[in-house]
């Protein structure tokens, strides 16, 4: 465990519940101190849990965004990483969402990022160092009809992730996508796993792994990258 004073600060959205609680325990347990957000109260319950900060929010109100950073950054001074994850925006059929859907879609994955980036920059800047990674979905690369919104935008977060990538390499300042496959934060149906190559469904523990390894020194030359992580079933190359 990392001495407390030295420890490094982790922001991570839709934190309380599923894979972004996976991923806070996985922060936690290696001495991350830690800032949680959800929709729900159980960021705050999982917050006081682990000792960290938490705020009931959503990733897609810019306010609860700047509340979240504001009160990580008065509680510790820093911010070393973050994780921007969300769930799911509205589903339908492809021409009947509505504009409203599509903006809130926009909001919820797109602008989180770009807002959470505005947010935190300054100070990994003025740290000199700092990861993020996004949690987005292996659909951003092949688009599925049930999710029409969730893979047209997240797809958008793995463009703006290169280009953030591009811009603060230099300052070693990392971002990078981990796109999951069907992970057992949901209840899948049977047989789910079956047209997977590793003919299982991942589960919530490997996604943390991931996301803490890109977060770590272990990955310092991984930038601007979507990593996949979902047993094989993308057929993209």
Known sequence: MTDKTQAPVAIITGGGRG???AIARELHDRGY???????????VELAAELGGIGIKGSAGEASDLE??????VEAYGRVDAVVNHTGHPPKGDLIDITDEKWVAGNDLMVLSVVRMARLVTPYM?????GAW???TTFAAFEPSLVFPVSCAYRAAVGAYTKLY??????NNI???????????SLDHKPGTGDNVPMKRVGTMNEIAKTAAFLLSDDAGYITGQNIRVDGGITRHV
């Open 19 to 21: 894979m972004g609680a």
């Open 33 to 43: 101190r830690l800032g949680l957000m959800s929709p729900s109260g159980s960021a």
């Open 67 to 72: 509340q979240l950073v504001n009160k990580t």
């Open 125 to 129: 800047l003025k740290q000199g160092k």
């Open 133 to 135: 990674v996004n949690i």
């Open 165 to 170: 990538a591009d811009r603060y390499g230099a």
């Open 174 to 184: 990392r971002m990078n996508a981990l796109l999951p496959g069907f992970i057992d």
